[in-house]
């Protein structure tokens, strides 16, 4: 059974006493998977990883809900009901904000107790963010380059490799080979710097899909995404992220700049964004990446 992250859990008391029966007879939400759309020439994939719902009935909030869920609902007739999006922050469980980059979706149901409702929500970006970067792979040329001693990153057609998602262009993913023979770890870094400062943005993310593979399974490679921060000073200072696990299957994972922007304040003048790896001696590994999306919302 998919636990529930939060709620009213006083629902179940309400059920269990004797008071004011007609207010104890539930109805209840099914929701077993989400929509998610984009327009690729604005906002390049709608690949997605929305984990949970919000939902608000009436104006109240009720709970949030990892997906698949089912739950009961205190109310009946017309009712305003809204389910907003929620996502693993930085790949954590622990982690599940509802992501303000996505709008909510609201519908009105004339509701009946003891009835089951089932829904399939249905998102997209809001129309108010923002893009500073999108690597899709598809144009010409790389906006990332590597850094010295490093292998580079390129483009690969073959098909295994690939990132897919039905009804886009899927045609090269980007990809870093390490191997003895030539160095045992790699970094590349974005080609353009991004003047985002705190006295500017509400939030800013970066989204991405990946997926890499070490041959010695006990290596403890990791991928770390970050930031080198170029501050009013001249000094320029280096911010990992987050460290990922490798997977041999592609993900997508939504990771927040926000906090590190706002902590820098007036001294952060711009940033780059940086991959890097490292592979214990005699290992290789494959680094796959696919839609790199750097996206804000403005003040």
Not at 13 to 26: A, E, H, V, Y
Request: aromatic share 16%; net charge neutral.
């Amino acid at each position: 059974m998919k636990k529930i992250i939060w709620g009213l859990m006083f629902v179940f008391f309400i059920l269990q006493s004797g008071c004011k029966k007609d207010m104890t007879i539930p109805v209840y939400f099914q929701i077993d998977s989400v929509d998610f759309t984009a327009d690729y020439t604005l906002y390049g994939t709608a690949s997605h990883k929305i984990t949970d719902v919000w939902v608000t009935v009436n104006g109240q909030g009720i709970g949030v809900y990892e997906l698949p869920a089912k739950f009961p609902v205190l109310a009946s007739g017309n009712t305003k009901v809204q389910f907003t999006p929620g996502i693993m922050m930085n790949g954590l469980s622990s982690k599940r904000p509802a992501y303000p980059l996505y709008n909510t979706y609201i519908t009105n149901v004339n509701l009946e107790k003891k009835q089951t409702y089932t829904f399939k929500p249905s998102f997209t970006y809001e129309k108010y963010v923002k893009i500073a970067l999108i690597e899709d792979f598809e144009e010409a040329g790389i906006k990332f380059t590597h850094s010295e001693n490093s292998p580079p990153i390129t483009k690969t057609g073959e098909d295994a490799l690939l990132f897919h998602y039905p009804g886009e262009p899927n045609n090269y993913s980007g990809i870093v080979n390490i191997n003895d023979s030539s160095a045992n770890y790699f970094e590349i870094n974005s080609l353009e710097s991004f003047q985002l400062k705190y006295s500017s943005i509400q939030y800013c993310f970066l989204e991405l899909n990946y997926k890499y593979n070490v041959s010695n399974k006990n290596d403890s490679t990791n991928l770390e995404v970050g930031m080198y921060m170029n501050l009013t000073t001249g000094a320029k200072e280096q911010y990992p992220l987050i460290r990922i696990k490798h997977s041999e299957t592609w993900k997508k994972i939504y990771i927040n700049l926000t906090e590190i922007i706002y902590s820098k304040g007036l001294y952060l003048e711009s940033f780059t964004l940086y991959f890097k790896g490292t592979t214990q001696a005699g290992a290789s590994a494959t680094y796959l990446f696919d839609n790199i999306k750097l996206m804000y919302v403005s003040l």
